[in-house]
C-alpha cells in the first residue's frame, strides 16, 4: 500500500488508513476484515514508516531509499594511480557574488579524484551551473596542473607511502593551488547532461581517455558524497552566506551576509 507514495508528495497518516479500509472492503466485503482502532493504526503506521521515509523525513530520502538495489553493495577498486579518475559536479552550501556582475550567485564544484590514491587531481569553481567547458578544464588539469612561476609541477601522485613536502612550495605566486597529477586512463562519472555532451567525448578521446559511466542506484561506484559532505560541514558551515543544505536549513537572509567574491 505504501510503494504507491514512494514518488508521491508526503501521505496524510489519517487518509491513509481510510484508504486502506476502503480497500478492505472492497476486496472481501463490509465488515468482513476487522479494523483495528484509529490508534492501533497510527501505531502500526509508525512500525511501516521505520527506514522508509514514508511518513517523516524528506521525501527525496523516500525515493533514495526505494531506489536502492536488493543485492549487496559492490565497490569499485583501483591498482595504480590514473587507473580511475572519478568526476562530479556539486552545489556549494554557500553563496558567493559574481565579481564582474556584482550578484549574489550560487557556487557550482567540478572536482576530479584520483580512485587510487584519494587525490584531488583537478577542481574548477563555477557560478550558477556548470557547463561542459568546466569539465574539460578539470579533465586538462588532471593530466597537467598548474604550475609554479619558477618551477615544475609536483612530484607524480601516489608513488612514495608518505611525502613532507614545504606548504609554500604548494601554490604558485598568485596563491594558486599546485594540485597533483596522474596518467589518466580512465574517468567514471554519472548521468549528467555536461557528462554526456559531444564535448567531453571529443575530450577524452583527444586525451586518449576512456570513459566509464557510474551504473544508477550504485554510490560505491562514485564516491564522492563524503568528500562534499566533509568540504560543506568542515568548511564552509564557517563562512558567511552558507545558506545550509536546503531550503529547510536556510537562514533569513542569507544573501546579505555574504561578502566572498567568486573568485
Same mark, same amino acid.
Given at each position: 500500500?505504501?510503494?504507491?507514495?514512494?514518488?508521491?508528495? +508526503?501521505?496524510?497518516?489519517?487518509?491513509?488508513?481510510?484508504?486502506i479500509?476502503?480497500h478492505?472492503?472492497?476486496?472481501?466485503?463490509?465488515?468482513?476484515?476487522?479494523?483495528?482502532?484509529?490508534?492501533?493504526?497510527?501505531?502500526?503506521?509508525?512500525?511501516?514508516?521505520?527506514?522508509?521515509?514514508?511518513?517523516?523525513?524528506?521525501?527525496?530520502?523516500?525515493?533514495?531509499?526505494?531506489?536502492?538495489?536488493?543485492?549487496?553493495?559492490?565497490?569499485?577498486?583501483?591498482?595504480?594511480?590514473?587507473?580511475?579518475?572519478?568526476?562530479?559536479?556539486?552545489?556549494?552550501?554557500?553563496?558567493?557574488?559574481?565579481?564582474?556582475?556584482? +550578484?549574489?550567485?550560487?557556487?557550482?564544484?567540478?572536482?576530479?579524484l584520483d580512485?587510487?590514491? +584519494?587525490?584531488i587531481?583537478?577542481?574548477?569553481?563555477t557560478?550558477?551551473?556548470?557547463?561542459?567547458?568546466d569539465?574539460?578544464?578539470?579533465?586538462?588539469?588532471?593530466?597537467?596542473? +598548474?604550475?609554479?612561476?619558477?618551477?615544475?609541477?609536483?612530484?607524480?601522485v601516489?608513488?612514495?607511502?608518505?611525502?613532507?613536502?614545504d606548504?609554500?612550495?604548494?601554490?604558485?605566486?598568485?596563491?594558486?593551488?599546485?594540485?597533483?597529477?596522474?596518467?589518466?586512463?580512465?574517468?567514471?562519472?554519472?548521468?549528467?547532461?555536461?557528462?554526456?555532451?559531444?564535448?567531453?567525448?571529443?575530450?577524452?578521446?583527444?586525451?586518449?581517455?576512456?570513459?566509464?559511466?557510474?551504473?544508477?542506484?550504485?554510490?560505491t561506484?562514485?564516491?564522492?558524497?563524503?568528500?562534499?559532505?566533509?568540504?560543506? !560541514?568542515?568548511?564552509?558551515?564557517?563562512?558567511?552566506?552558507?545558506?545550509?543544505?536546503?531550503?529547510?536549513?536556510?537562514?533569513?537572509?542569507? !544573501?546579505?551576509?555574504?561578502?566572498?567574491?567568486?573568485?
Amino acid at each position: 500500500m505504501l510503494a504507491k507514495y514512494t514518488k508521491a508528495s +508526503r501521505p496524510v497518516r489519517n487518509l491513509v488508513l481510510l484508504e486502506i479500509e476502503e480497500h478492505l472492503a472492497e476486496s472481501y466485503g463490509p465488515g468482513v476484515v476487522t479494523v483495528p482502532a484509529r490508534t492501533m493504526g497510527y501505531e502500526l503506521l509508525a512500525e511501516l514508516n521505520k527506514g522508509t521515509n514514508a511518513f517523516t523525513g524528506s521525501t527525496k530520502g523516500k525515493r533514495s531509499i526505494a531506489n536502492r538495489p536488493t543485492g549487496v553493495y559492490g565497490r569499485l577498486r583501483a591498482t595504480r594511480p590514473g587507473e580511475y579518475v572519478v568526476l562530479d559536479t556539486n552545489r556549494l552550501d554557500v553563496f558567493a557574488m559574481e565579481p564582474v556582475t556584482c +550578484r549574489w550567485v550560487q557556487c557550482d564544484l567540478t572536482i576530479g579524484l584520483d580512485l587510487y590514491s +584519494r587525490a584531488i587531481t583537478g577542481l574548477r569553481l563555477t557560478p550558477v551551473s556548470t557547463k561542459s567547458v568546466d569539465v574539460a578544464a578539470v579533465l586538462f588539469e588532471t593530466i597537467h596542473p +598548474r604550475q609554479a612561476d619558477g618551477g615544475g609541477p609536483l612530484p607524480y601522485v601516489g608513488v612514495p607511502s608518505a611525502v613532507v613536502v614545504d606548504a609554500e612550495k604548494l601554490v604558485d605566486a598568485r596563491g594558486r593551488p599546485l594540485l597533483p597529477s596522474v596518467a589518466t586512463e580512465t574517468i567514471v562519472y554519472d548521468h549528467g547532461s555536461i557528462y554526456l555532451s559531444n564535448h567531453i567525448r571529443s575530450v577524452c578521446a583527444k586525451l586518449d581517455i576512456s570513459l566509464q559511466p557510474a551504473r544508477p542506484y550504485t554510490p560505491t561506484d562514485k564516491p564522492l558524497e563524503r568528500w562534499f559532505k566533509t568540504l560543506n !560541514e568542515g568548511l564552509l558551515a564557517a563562512l558567511p552566506g552558507y545558506k545550509g543544505p536546503d531550503v529547510h536549513g536556510r537562514g533569513e537572509a542569507v !544573501e546579505s551576509q555574504a561578502f566572498y567574491f567568486l573568485h
